[in-house]
């Protein structure tokens, strides 16, 4: 959640789905991808669409927690790793294989990924600036003080105007 100081910086359901066609576009010209591999749990709503937008059928998860209580990023644990099947694809340093995830946001989650798949192309629909070296392919940079509220995260209700005393 965003704390005192942060930009909130709320993405509808149907914003969602346009960054993430939007994604699908950069990335029709950069493959061609034998498999996708979504960092879960965000990634797996990008990762639905990019696979319908290029036609991959084969895809893979690896499961990674890191926000243990929505606010702040805790210790990584990989909860699954990547399939063997997919890691053998190619010369088995992840040529060919598209790593999705929605947010790059300090980079410790894709260097966790990118270690097990160093040559796979990393592509997310936001990205932060600590984030950003790690990943190939973005379709929107936001500040690093910027937290996202995705539409799987929230319910319809009041948002505060950025200046205090601005409302009503």
């Known amino acids: ?9 709320p993405v509808s359901w149907d914003q969602f789905h346009r960054d993430a066609r939007a994604l699908a ?7 061609p991808f034998e498999a996708i591999v ?14 319908r ?19 702040e990023q805790g210790a990584l644990k990989v909860l699954k790793e990547v399939a063997p099947s997919i890691r053998a694809i190619g010369d088995g340093s992840g040529q060919g294989v598209l790593v ?9 989650t894709a260097q966790v990924v990118r ?8 592509a997310t629909v936001y990205a932060k600036p600590a984030g950003r070296p790690l990943i190939d392919t973005f379709v929107t940079e936001v500040s690093q003080d910027t937290w996202i ?3 799987w995260d929230m319910g319809l209700a009041y948002q505060a105007p950025l200046h ?3 409302s009503g």
Do not use: N
């Not at 959640?1 to 910086?9: C, I």
């Not at 576009?25 to 493959?31: E, F, T």
């Not at 749990?41 to 990019?50: D, I, K, T, W």
């Not at 270690?115 to 990393?122: E, G, K, N, S, T």
């Open 164 to 166: 205090p005393g601005s």
């Open 53 to 71: 937008e290029l036609g991959i059928r084969l895809i893979e998860t690896v499961c990674i927690a890191s926000y243990h209580d929505y606010q």
């Open 25 to 31: 576009w950069r990335l029709a010209g950069a493959g």
């Open 149 to 151: 509220y995705f539409p």
């Open 100 to 108: 999705i995830d929605d947010l790059t946001d300090t980079g410790r």
């Open 38 to 51: 979504c960092i879960t749990r965000g990634g797996l709503v990008p990762a639905a669409v990019v696979a």
């Open 1 to 9: 959640m965003a704390a005192a100081g942060e930009k909130a910086f």
């Open 115 to 122: 270690d097990l798949l160093p040559r796979a192309h990393f």
